[in-house]
């Protein structure tokens, strides 16, 4: 890890390129066409200038790394993305993006392969008309503002992006979609490596005032590897402080 950080420290630097610019700023230095140096300055080899946030929309419904909170609905509301079936044991939901679906088939299989045992999708995209018509069971039954806490009103939830999706463990040990399950096997092991296959846990415990939701260690968001990487690596937790947003605890008055 020591290794790890230098690395990213020299990256961060050789981001800035100071070293041309402090040469172009010196008076005394010739052209350097005209003479070059006989004892060149060592350049720092080449790295990248950083992750580019803005490579994609966060905004546009089709992006995958579109984010989806209590302040910012999918747009169009009624966003229907395009879905392939899952290929993983499946409970609810048994649809998802194929990119998606295609990176928790490898999920499953590496936690598997890991020994952290076995996995289920319980539920993965659900349509604007499903969602609306589970909360709405949900304001009848628990009234609006628990409902508000527990489950996202239609146009405002991940799982209409089919890129979320709600992950139990086989046998269930009666953890499905429970707190438990962020102590189960499964749980710890997602938590720790689903980074790796591009999923994001995206209702953390101590981020309840940024993203509006309670902890959630079942729900995974699927944003790519890339992005994935970028913020395990910087330590970020949530898309909202990853890309500067506001915190969306509740939804616009
Ligand atoms: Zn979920």
């Known amino acids: 890890m020591a290794a790890l950080a230098a690395l990213i420290i020299v990256g961060a ?3 800035c390129a100071p070293v041309r610019s402090a040469i172009a700023d010196h008076g005394t ?3 350097p066409s005209q003479s070059p140096p006989s004892t060149p300055t060592p350049t720092p080899t080449p790295t990248p200038t950083g992750f580019n946030k803005t490579q994609l929309s966060i905004d546009q419904a089709t992006s995958l790394w ?31 993006q194929a990119p998606a ?8 299989a ?6 952290a045992g076995n ?3 319980q539920s993965s995209y659900r349509s604007y008309a499903a969602q609306q018509r589970d909360h709405a069971a949900l304001v009848a039954r628990d009234g609006a503002k628990v409902a508000d806490n527990e489950s996202a009103r239609a146009g405002y939830s991940e799982h209409q992006t089919g890129l979320a999706v709600d992950i139990a463990p086989v046998p269930g040990a009666g953890c499905n979609l429970e707190i438990c399950f962020g102590r189960t096997a499964q749980g710890k092991w997602l938590a720790a490596n689903a980074y790796r296959f591009g999923f994001l846990l995206r209702y953390p415990a101590d981020k309840v005032a940024i993203t509006g939701y309670q902890y959630e260690p079942w729900h995974f968001r699927y944003i790519g590897v890339a992005l994935a990487t970028e913020m395990h690596n910087e330590g970020v937790e949530t898309l909202e402080e990853f890309f500067g947003l506001p915190a969306a605890p509740n939804y616009a008055p």
């Open 13 to 15: 630097s050789a981001a």
């Open 29 to 31: 230095v010739p052209h």
């Open 66 to 96: 579109v984010v989806v909170n209590k302040l910012r609905p999918l747009s169009p509301i009624n966003y229907a993305p395009p879905l392939v079936n899952v290929t993983v044991p499946h409970v609810y939901g048994y649809q998802m």
């Open 101 to 108: 679906s295609a990176a928790l088939s490898q999920m499953f």
């Open 110 to 115: 590496a936690a598997k392969a890991a020994g």
């Open 119 to 121: 996995m289920e999708a």
